[in-house]
């Protein structure tokens, strides 16, 4: 069984409000108490504590760092590895280092997090990891669209309007268009209304039958699963 010391226990009930009402201040001290002594369940709570402003203002330079060395020590959930790429990618008060960026990314991604692998698609897409591989953005954008992100749905629309990573496919692209714009991408809309002109009835019915079956598989994904017994 799990011995916690009784600093981390104090903050613990300092943080739900165990016995008093919660206190982030004195939970993100004691925590950080912790923290610093190498505690790596403490680094990762202070890491988020910075990055929501519990108990402090928020504070991403100081998140990263917390997130990040728990992270070295094998302590992690997929958000706080998809944060540590994120900020990789964009240089947000880090260097910015596509290398880290993808393998944090990547790691997040295996774990099914949505914005990793939409961060991922990106880094293909535009060349940030070696060369061009519009195949492999293409795969990663269509597996988040499919749960429902519309800036991802454009993005595969835009893909195979142009033949990137695929064959020109209007029908397709129609399709996911349609997705996207149903959650009011105005972008999206104005794409497939100049698509939808120059497409053939044969297409438009095809290209509509599709956009029903995209989206019922579209809903089932967002479905709760059932409660197990």
């Given amino acids: 069984k799990e011995i916690r010391s009784p600093v981390m226990v104090q903050a613990y009930r300092y943080y739900k409000g165990l016995g008093q009402p ?13 923290a610093n002594g190498g505690n790596v369940d403490a680094q990762f709570i ?17 998140g990263f760092k917390w997130l990040l060395r728990a992270a070295q020590q094998g302590k992690f959930s997929p958000e706080s590895l998809a944060i540590i790429g994120s900020m990789y990618l964009q240089g947000t008060g ?22 990793a692998k939409k961060n991922l698609a990106f880094m ?32 595969v629309g835009l893909m195979y309007v ?11 692209a129609y399709a996911w268009y349609s997705l996207a714009a149903s959650q009011g991408n105005a ?14 009835w044969e297409e438009l ?8 079956k995209l989206f019922k598989e579209v809903e089932n994904a967002r479905e709760p699963l059932p409660a197990t017994p």
């Fill in 22 to 34: 919660a206190n982030y201040p004195k939970a993100l001290r004691l925590y950080l108490q912790e």
């Fill in 46 to 62: 202070v890491g988020g504590m910075y990055f929501k402003g519990q108990g402090t203002d928020p504070n991403q330079r100081e």
């Fill in 205 to 212: 019915n095809r290209a509509q039958a599709l956009s029903v």
């Fill in 162 to 172: 142009n033949g990137l990573g695929t064959d020109v496919d209007r029908v397709q």
């Fill in 124 to 155: 293909y897409y535009n060349g940030l990891v070696g060369k061009v591989d519009y195949s492999r953005a293409l795969e990663l954008y269509t597996a988040v669209a499919l749960q429902g992100d519309n800036a991802a749905q454009n993005n």
């Fill in 94 to 115: 880090v260097p910015q280092n596509y290398q880290e960026a993808r393998k944090y990314l990547q790691q997040a991604a295996d774990l099914d997090d949505l914005s």
């Fill in 187 to 200: 972008g999206s809309m104005v794409a497939r209304n100049n698509l939808m002109i120059q497409m053939s």
